[in-house]
């Protein structure tokens, strides 16, 4: 059982409390015997840390797991960085982005009153016209940014915000001194939003994420040797001179290469003199001629989003694309016949047509894609067929086909869209229409002549030909003839062998394809002029 402390411990020596924490090297690991699960380990000679998983098994390798440490050395670790190897499992949604970057350029900033803010660390803001000490004198800080050669002394508290206008990656910041008078140390930073004004605004962006180090320290390039380190200054103080008329040059990179479009420049204190003294309550500001910015194009070339099963882009796939295997939802292949998964090529002769997918090919088969909207194919080898029955029209009563060419056709009742009556689609389907003053209405006359058609079931177009129903009174035998009738609206059945004796020629409008007796009904019929 463990025992109870009422205190901490309170250790003078460097050795580890616990003789297991640190071990010589593998053999030492595994040599433990008193090894417990969760126990962590740091092993000297890979410089790698391991926790015990299985203490029952702890001198078997599979018994330790290493705890690899991914950061990259300029960023303070001891790790490879990406790729990770091994398998991940993601339980939200993950955002790639290729950023593709340029060559390092001056930036072409220019700094104004909406762009750059200057603050002291507890978040007073100076007057840009009256806050810089030069002798009684007063020079704005825009100046330094617009290529000016005048200097700006600039107090060692100063926190300087600015806004590039767009986000941007910060390859580098040059800074050109009065060498008398040199900042001893500069952070950079880049910041989601244009609201940092106190350093205590500043450490609240980095707990939260959203302000990001991107260099510490100086290079002057009098100084070769001491190359940009993350945990030392190397502003060479031999290089402070006294005279105010000499320059030193100071170029820090950035490591993190993140874009921004906000950026927070931070002096710590100065360095005065040759002798180096530091903090001078005389001396207590940096003599600036210049800042500039060297910032490389960024772009997000593309977007991928892997989210509950999903894969979409930003951008469309261009040039080719082979996939060796397409599945359907349910698992399966999805393929046109070769059996083995689908081989799917886009644009395969490398026709881009100006950054647009023309063609896809499966499994050797080409397809066109349509460059508007679905329906203006130019050409295609496969059924057009509809997902429902029944449903879907081909083209519209304001948007028609011109021809029509076909070996077989198949319909049922065609209409003349040259007989157009709006009203007809709210008639009884069946009603049989003649031709009154340019108008097609309901029959009312025995054997007329100007009969045209029969409605069709919510239409105003008349059924011309086609095996429908017709509404008809009386009795009508199959075969008879159907003319119109007295009733209006209405056919009736005429033995064929009067056609001649009543001259019934081009009053006939169908023949009965079955029989029925009654005031008012309809019956199926083969609809056609004669």
């Known amino acids: 059982m463990a025992n109870i402390l009422q205190r901490g411990f309170n250790i003078q020596g460097s050795e580890p409390i616990d003789s297991r924490?640190?071990?010589?090297?593998?053999?030492a690991r595994l040599a433990i015997t008193n090894a417990y699960d969760g126990l962590l380990v740091y092993q000297l000679d890979t410089d790698k840390l391991f926790v015990c998983n299985d203490s029952t098994n702890f001198s078997q390798e599979a018994s330790w797991t290493e705890i690899t440490n991914q950061t990259l050395p300029e960023q303070g670790g001891t790790g490879a960085g990406f790729p990770f190897e091994g398998n991940a499992v993601l339980s939200g949604s993950l955002e790639l982005y290729n950023n593709a970057l340029g060559s390092s350029t001056l930036d072409s900033y220019i700094a104004d009153s909406d762009n750059l803010k200057l603050y002291t660390y507890n978040s007073d803001e100076f007057a840009i016209n009256n806050g810089l000490i030069n002798n009684g004198t007063y020079n704005a800080i825009y100046e330094i940014f617009n290529d000016s050669t005048t200097t700006c002394r600039l107090t060692r508290d100063a926190l300087i915000s600015i806004d590039l206008g767009s986000e941007k990656v910060l390859d580098k910041i040059k800074f050109t001194y009065n060498s008398d008078e040199v900042t001893r140390e500069i952070e950079i930073y880049g910041v989601k939003d244009f609201d940092v004004i106190s350093e205590a605004t500043l450490n609240t962006k980095i707990t939260e994420t959203s302000a990001s180090l991107l260099a510490l320290g100086a290079?002057?390039?009098?100084n070769a040797s001491n190359l940009y380190s993350l945990t030392s200054n190397v502003i060479?103080?031999?290089?402070?001179?006294t005279d105010p008329d000499t320059t030193l040059v100071s170029?820090?990179?950035?490591?993190?290469?993140s874009p921004f479009q906000y950026y927070i420049i931070k002096f710590n204190d100065v360095i005065i003199e040759g002798i180096g003294i530091q903090n001078?309550?005389?001396?207590?500001?940096?003599?600036?001629k210049n800042i500039d910015l060297y910032t490389q194009t960024f772009s997000k070339q593309s977007t991928t989003n892997l989210n509950n099963g999903l894969i979409s882009s930003s951008e469309a796939v261009i040039g080719t694309l082979t996939v060796s295997e397409l599945k359907n939802p349910d698992g399966t292949n999805f393929s046109s016949g070769n059996g083995g998964g689908t081989n799917v090529v886009a644009n395969p002769a490398g026709n881009n047509d100006g950054g647009n997918l023309t063609n896809i090919t499966v499994d050797g088969i080409n397809y066109n894609i349509p460059s508007t909207t679905l329906g203006n194919l130019e050409e295609t080898d496969q059924?057009?067929?509809?997902r429902t029955s029944n449903f879907h029209s081909l083209g519209s009563s304001t948007n028609k086909w011109k021809d029509l060419f076909a070996v077989n056709t198949f319909f049922g009742g065609i209409h003349e869209i040259n007989l157009e009556t709006n009203g007809l689609d709210k008639m009884q389907e069946g009603t049989?229409?003649?031709?009154?003053?340019g108008t097609m209405c309901p029959c009312k006359n025995e054997a007329d002549p100007l009969v045209m058609g029969v409605v069709s079931k919510g239409e105003n177009y008349p059924i011309v030909l086609g095996a429908e129903p017709v509404l008809v009174t009386g009795k009508v035998e199959e075969g008879d003839y159907i003319i119109t009738s007295n009733v209006e609206g209405h056919g009736k059945?005429?033995?064929?062998?009067?056609?001649?004796?009543?001259q019934l020629f081009g009053k006939i409008i169908a023949q009965a394809i079955e029989k029925g007796d009654g005031k008012s009904y309809t019956i199926k019929a083969m609809i056609r002029k004669m």
Do not use: C, E, M, R
């Open 219 to 222: 290079t002057s390039p009098n």
């Open 21 to 27: 924490f640190t071990v010589a090297n593998s053999a």
């Open 236 to 241: 060479d103080i031999s290089l402070v001179s």
């Open 493 to 502: 059945g005429i033995n064929p062998k009067h056609i001649y004796d009543q």
């Open 432 to 437: 049989v229409l003649s031709l009154q003053n």
């Open 251 to 257: 170029a820090i990179p950035t490591i993190n290469k």
């Open 383 to 386: 059924s057009i067929i509809p």
């Open 280 to 288: 001078n309550t005389d001396s207590n500001y940096t003599s600036i």
